[in-house]
């Protein structure tokens, strides 16, 4: 193979870093928490697992659709280029805008909470917290810049170390007896002793509890679609971005229904219902007063390889939108190693300052509903592009059309529909947010080549 020239993107990218992107932008520390917030709604274990398995087969769903999709247009900017494809180049503007600043408050908020839990594990380090969150962006900056093979390998390494220590936990968990048989067990889950499990549900309330329970389930599958970000590096895009996006997908699951089943191995329904850090409870199970530290070091593994994902996915996005001449040519710029240099330095300023900005409630409130926005936006392009475009080369033919779109359209409305009602200020911010991306002046650039 010849070498790539520089100043471009470069096509390095395969099958292995594709699954590690899928399972490094998916798992965060949110599996340590959500399933108790699942369990307090549904009681019994075989409705906690289905709802885990009810929300992957979502993200199934969802990865079949865009894997059409980013395989028919393999090129940088993400939900970008199947609006722009499908809607325009203003409405994809619009939609590469969002997804960035998206990103970019995602990671400021991770890597707050790196920082913090990097606090926790470093007594010793007398550095504030927001100094710590900093310095890790500005580490895995510096990964990046040093081009896409380095940023590439840390990803892979990172969702490997990842992928183990869920492993391990779940492993362990199974080890020790079953709850049942624990004796003195809620003696050991301090802080608080749970309450009753919730009682048996009758049909009508095990539906609004399984919606319940089904939206913090699907938020923490939010993620896997992080393969699309580097589309145009693939060597095989036809091959390699439906295989990454659907067996990431199928990864995540398995993973998932491993961790819960593991919990609830350990943990009564009721035990695992009344605790705000499941996790947490199952380690001190498993080594007494050090299960705290253990679970922080499992985050911070976790939280690890979000940060690198999101610092290597974000300045893609800017460098599609520059390329079209909806952003600065500033974001164009890309260095003899493949990376977006400008896009990456606009990235990592952005979320430097909404790093020490520090108040993070609003802006994720904002982003949620953002996130859910854009597969939606995706799924219009879809169905858009199989009317006007049926000649369209489409390596990967989604089955089951249009039943898949039409499902993960309801379900994306629905919550969407949800977030308006119950935080509606939040949801119009965001929106806001998004219109602002109207503001930024359209460069005249030579068309793009089509896919």
């Not at 949110?30 to 929300?55: D, F, M, N, Y």
């Not at 990964?143 to 940023?151: H, L, S």
């Not at 009682?199 to 389930?217: D, I, K, N, Y």
């Not at 926005?373 to 799924?379: A, D, H, M, S």
């Amino acid at each position: 193979m010849t070498s790539p020239a520089p100043g471009k993107l470069q096509q390095v990218l395969g099958l292995g870093f594709g699954l590690a992107g899928a399972v490094g932008g998916t798992i965060g520390a949110g599996i340590l928490v959500t399933p108790g917030l699942v369990a307090a709604q549904l009681g019994a274990p075989w409705l906690i697992l289905g709802a885990w398995l009810l929300g992957g087969l979502y993200a199934v769903l969802g990865a079949l659709c865009v894997a059409e999709l980013a395989s028919s247009l393999p090129r940088a900017g993400g939900w970008y280029v199947y609006a722009e494809r499908a809607f325009g180049l203003r409405a994809g503007g619009l939609v590469g805008w969002t997804d960035w600043v998206a990103h970019c408050i995602g990671l400021a908020w991770v890597a707050t909470t790196t920082g913090e839990l990097l606090a926790l594990l470093l007594p010793a380090v007398t550095l504030p917290s927001q100094l710590i969150s900093l310095l890790a962006i500005a580490a895995f900056g510096l990964i990046q810049w040093r081009g896409v093979k380095a940023g590439s390998a840390s990803q892979e390494l990172l969702s490997l170390a990842k992928a183990a220590a869920f492993l391990a936990l779940v492993l362990a968990c199974f080890l020790l007896p079953s709850g049942a048989g624990l004796s003195g067990a809620e003696a050991v889950l301090d802080p608080a002793v749970p309450g009753p499990a919730p009682p048996p549900l009758a049909w009508g309330g095990l539906s609004l509890a399984l919606l319940a329970a089904l939206q913090p389930v699907i938020t923490t599958y939010d993620g896997w679609a992080s393969p699309i970000y580097f589309s145009e590096e693939f060597t095989d895009p036809a091959q390699d971005l439906p295989r990454s996006l659907i067996g990431g997908v199928l990864a995540v699951l398995a993973l998932y229904l491993l961790i819960n089943g593991a919990l609830l191995h350990v943990l009564t329904p009721a035990q695992l219902a009344g605790s705000a850090l499941p996790a947490a409870d199952a380690a001190r199970l498993l080594a007494g007063a050090g299960g705290g530290l253990l679970i922080t070091g499992v985050a911070l593994v976790a939280l690890l390889g979000l940060i690198n994902t999101v610092v290597m996915a974000a300045p893609r996005i800017l460098y599609g939108l520059s390329r079209d001449g909806l952003f600065p040519t500033t974001a164009l710029a890309v260095n003899p190693g493949g990376t977006p240099t400008g896009a990456l330095g606009l990235t990592l300023g952005l979320t430097a300052v909404l790093v020490l900005a520090g108040s993070f409630e609003h802006l994720l409130a904002m982003a949620a509903f953002l996130y859910v926005c854009l597969p939606l936006v995706g799924i219009a392009a879809l169905v858009t592009l199989r009317l006007r475009e049926p000649g369209l080369a489409r390596p990967f033919h989604l089955p089951a059309y249009p039943l898949a779109p039409l499902l993960i359209a309801l379900v994306s409305a629905a919550f969407l529909a949800t977030a308006l009602l119950q935080d509606t200020t939040n949801s119009l911010a965001a929106l806001a947010l998004a219109a602002v991306g109207l503001l930024i002046p359209r460069r005249d650039v030579e068309a793009a080549p089509s896919a």
